[in-house]
């Protein structure tokens, strides 16, 4: 008995599909072949193509995606190079004041006058600490002297800021501070000749 899915849509048992002939029980013709063989090829052709034009867009995709990044980066270093080179000058002018070397002079000298110099600096600039190491490396007088966390007391002598500055005159260097936990750039300039220093004078930029 013929069942149901012994017909075609013309109504004669043993077709199963549209094209005359090809899908009857028994060996399949040859041209039925090609036809299945030519079939198999264009899907695969149309395949290929379809993962190709994906993997082009994949990659002009993420070519976009790079160079946007890229263009963000330059724009982000330039506004930290840009926020660093607004207080690279201060070390320097705080190195040459007279109550800044006074500070300096010897165990006995007095740093309230120092103390408040710098604060002033601090809040007039908008760095974010400035400070002054002795030869030891021992802050002597911050522009946070009378804050929770004060710098004086504190030894820097470990940084390479404070190395930097007491042998070729100026020191740059990015870390972590050590008494606050806050990152910054700190600017290092030396206090007094390189024969005979007197110190260093630090300005911390806040990079958080």
Known sequence: MTTLAGFAANGEPGRLGPTPGCWQYGPMPLPCRRHVLRSIAVTALLLTLAGAVHMAARR???????????????????????????????????????????????????????????????????????????VAGRAVAASNHAELGSFVGQNYAFRPYFRQALEVGQGRYYAVGVTTGIPGYFLASRIGPQEAPLGVAVAKVDMS
């Open 60 to 134: 002009a995709g993420l070519a976009g995606l790079d160079a946007e990044l890229h263009n963000r980066l330059m724009l982000a270093q330039h506004a930290v190079v840009t926020q660093v080179e607004r207080y690279r000058y201060l070390p320097g002018v705080v190195a040459q004041d007279a109550r800044i070397q006074a500070a300096l002079a010897g165990p006995d000298a007095v740093t309230g006058r120092a103390d408040a110099y710098l604060t002033a600096i601090r809040d007039l600039s908008g760095v974010d600490e400035i400070y002054v190491l002795d």
